[in-house]
């Protein structure tokens, strides 16, 4: 029995399905799979992003994959055993559905979501390092590094050949891992820098719209913006501004795969008020124009 075959057969909707709606569709497109990496590589099974409009409830048996779904507008709530979990916009679910049947209902309209069926051996051995159980429901921030794997994942193509499962696994790598040291609070147990380091990192992280001083934390923090530059980089590998540019570069590089915005606009919506500059400073870390990079990964 093929894959698409045990999903239709796990799958029960509460009304009927509007005319029109397939049972399928909740799980998007079904890949091809590639004998020589199905069962070695991380593997996509299903997956896109779809519009649920009317309210009806999916019931879905065990199977032995994983679920990525990843809210963007709208909402739903997943039950499992006595349990329920809010879905709501920009929370990725990460879930182990051979554990039991599981019941998926939209409640806010229209929900819109991204969602891959996944299997392979690496789900289970980062599984078994963490206090994970069943599930993980994570919020992740517009410019997660997750959230862009994630994007870029949905560009791909379910043609069955070795190029397309690669670069599949690669993604598949990042966002499962990125995730579980987001969700687990993984640090390295190297690391020996003071709070306040951790502090300016999160904030960076937080404002990368905003304008940004060295003088600011020199007054915040009571030392000069020498000795914080030497800290950061000492702790973080980069400078504060460095390390804050490599970041605005993600969310631009998230925006260019997501939205139609003009190159100007992600500019100043990223925190560069000279567009110019961001096409440099874009160009020198990725090796290409933001338009050519767009270009580029949408094909």
Known sequence: MTYKEQYLQSLSIKPPAPTGAMPHTFAGTFYELLPETADTFPTVLSGGTMEILSGYTLTCQPMDCRMLLYTRDGGGRIRMRTRSYTLEPGSLLYMDCSVSTYIIEPTHFPWRYSLFL??????????????????LLHPLPPYSPVLRALNQLLIGSPGACLYNKLTDADLLHHIVTGLFMEAYKMESTDTRYPPF???????????????????DLEERYHMSKYRICHE???????????????KRLEAAANLLLTTDKKVHEISLEVGFENTNHFISLFKRETGTTPQAYRDAKRG
């Open 118 to 135: 996944v299997k392979g051996d690496l789900f289970s051995r980062l599984e078994n390092l963490v206090p994970f159980e069943t599930l």
């Open 197 to 215: 380091l951790a502090e300016i990192r999160n904030y960076l992280d937080a404002s990368l719209a905003e304008p940004f001083r060295l003088d």
């Open 232 to 246: 950061f980089s000492a702790a973080f590998g980069v400078p504060p501004l460095k390390y804050l540019n490599r």
